[in-house]
């Protein structure tokens, strides 16, 4: 069996590796048939495609011996130093994961310590799951669905995160054929209708752009199209009621060009050319997402007046799109064998990085490992938002956040004292819903304590814990053991003349006496509280009361609780 393109590199260390791992698994065969080191051999090329340090690579070629061999860690150390007994160490740990069937939740955790220990064991794990994808087919049928299941929900998502754009989609591509194949049978035929007149179309309109560019003396590295990737397509369908009609960027051109001055040129080059869709500009580059993306983003009405989407970004950009933190590894030339763990305390301070550590401590809080699993898969590895603060800050928030959710990332301070939210500049209830490119502004009131009502729509698992612990012990307490002898409602609301008449109208209509009323104004914030109790009703009366309330003009927050 032939290193291939390793063997190019002339390293000593790499055909020393390759070797120990050909021996180690001599004579062990892949479901496909093929001997199995062609799989550590690939993703030790993947590895070194993304211009991992030399380790890295060795890590990889070895990455499965101590698993399927009877070689140990012991002896790795002894032939290949600890740097690289580590990091296949770490890589060890990850192969008995099953996520989410198996029970053991024990194995997430060292999952999530191992690689936010050193990001390298990601990286290799993720080069090494692309691969097992790459040859799902040869699985058992059962086997299938699962796998393309742990791939879609953990490491597509975490390689989003890393930056690594290209990685992510592929990923999830691989996997939606198994992991909702009605789905894909049914896209596959609903976008092949019209898919070889999109490729079509990307080469009629790319010779016009390149004449264009090169009448205003603009000279691109690279101009090339896509066609949007399937697993992007079916997500975004599912928030366009399955209409294609509704889809933008099913076609889009790519220019790469050499500097940050000539991607806005090369933008107002475009725009000259075709009007923008309104709404649809995306500076990513005076923005970056809080994953390291970098680019402009137009969408504009092109030949025929379809619509067409163009990214315009430098190589640099590019490649970081592409490879997203592996390519960090590039740029530094981290390739001392001697710094142990090297990769990550190489990055470790970087700013798109923040949610490893955010996570890596964040795990140590939780008491019950199922409560930790279903965190993390809320919290991290589902869809991203991303909003604004007033300065300019990115946060980076589940897909489904609330003003609440925001303000408890921000600070458990601002968070508790919460009473509004400004969301573009207007005043929003507190329960709705945040999209990305939002900014959001909080408004506080000194003394203000979290309403246990929040606990009905926040999202984020880190506002819920912190609602909770702000509410006290012994009340919750007393709720769960005394009968109820009232409700109280709360309501937060925009002050104005006539909202408490139109608050006690709400029960007056439903038939339900009030047995106490009173409203304070904060006229700092220009929000007024009112608080009325009336006597004890069902869960199904509190809610419908609720609903009224918040249809009324200027009301912002609703909550209620049961006195005893």
């Not at 990850?94 to 310590?113: M, V």
């Not at 397509?233 to 500097?259: P, S």
């Not at 979290?450 to 926040?458: A, K, N, Q, T």
Request: charged fraction near 30%; glycine fraction near 6%; hydrophobic fraction near 35%.
């Amino acid at each position: 069996m032939s290193m291939g393109s390793i063997a190019e590199t002339g390293s000593p260390l790499l055909k020393k590796a390759f070797d120990f791992a050909l021996k180690a698994h001599e004579g062990k065969k892949r479901m496909n048939g093929d001997p199995y080191i062609v799989h550590p051999l690939s993703v030790a090329e993947t590895v070194q495609s993304w211009g991992l340090d030399e380790n890295s690579v060795a890590a990889a070629l070895l990455h499965d011996v101590v698993e399927d061999t009877s070689v140990t860690i012991g002896d790795i150390k002894k032939t290949f130093g600890d740097e690289i007994a580590f990091l296949v160490s770490g890589l060890t740990k990850l192969q008995n994961l099953k996520y989410p069937e198996n029970q053991d939740r024990e194995n997430f955790r060292k999952f999530i310590i191992s690689f936010s220990e050193d990001l390298r064991v990601l990286i290799i794990k993720l080069a090494d799951r692309l691969h097992n994808m790459q040859t799902l087919q040869f699985l058992p049928p059962e086997r299938q669905k699962p796998f393309a299941l742990e791939t879609a929900e953990i490491y597509a998502p975490l390689a989003y995160r890393l930056g690594m754009q290209k990685l992510s989609g592929e990923l999830d591509d691989l996997a939606f054929p198994y992991s909702h194949p009605e789905e894909y049978q049914w896209l596959i035929g609903e976008v092949e209708e019209t898919y070889e007149e999109r490729q079509e179309y990307i080469k009629k309109v790319l010779p016009l752009v390149k004449t264009a560019l090169k009448e205003h003396h603009r000279e691109p590295l690279r101009i090339d199209g896509r066609v949007k990737r399937y697993f992007s397509l079916y997500k975004k369908l599912l928030r366009h009621n399955m209409n294609l009609g509704e889809i933008y960027d099913l076609v889009a051109l790519r220019v790469i060009v050499k500097t940050i001055e000539e991607c806005y040129a090369v933008l107002g080059i475009i725009h000259s050319m075709w009007p923008p869709l309104p709404g649809r500009f995306k500076d990513y580059i005076a923005r970056p997402k809080p994953n390291g993306y970098r680019s402009l983003h137009t969408t504009v009405f092109c030949v025929d007046n379809k619509i067409l989407e163009v990214q315009i970004k430098t190589k640099e950009m590019h490649e970081e799109n592409e490879l997203g933190i592996a390519a960090h590894w590039a740029y530094e030339q981290i390739k001392s064998s001697s710094r142990i763990r090297s990769g990550w305390r190489g990055v470790r301070d970087k700013k798109e990085l923040t949610w490893v550590k955010q996570l890596q401590n964040w795990q140590k809080k939780f008491s019950s490992q199922e409560e930790f699993l279903s965190a993390v898969k809320v919290d991290f590895f589902k869809d991203r938002i991303f909003v604004f603060t007033p300065h300019n800050d990115v946060i980076d928030l589940p897909a489904g956040s609330t003003p609440v959710d925001f303000a408890y990332r921000i600070h458990s301070q601002i968070g508790n004292a919460c009473v509004g939210a400004k969301v573009n500049g207007k005043i929003t209830p507190l329960d709705y819903e945040l999209k990305s490119g939002d900014v959001v502004e909080i408004i506080t009131q000194k003394g203000k304590k979290p309403s246990e009502g929040w606990l009905r729509f926040v999202k984020t698992s880190e506002a819920k814990k912190k609602v909770k612990s702000a509410i006290s012990e012994n009340e919750r307490k007393l709720i769960g053991r005394a009968t109820p002898k009232a409700v109280e409602f709360k309501i937060v609301n925009s002050d104005r003349p006539g909202f408490l008449k139109d608050v006690t109208e709400v029960f007056a209509n439903s038939k339900i006496n009030i047995t106490y009323l009173s409203s304070e104004t904060d006229h700092r914030s220009a929000f007024s509280t009112v608080v009325l109790r009336c006597p004890v009703l069902s869960e199904a009366k509190v809610e419908t009361c609720i609903v009224k309330l918040k249809r009324i003009p200027g009301s912002r927050e609703v909550s209620y609780k049961f006195l005893r």
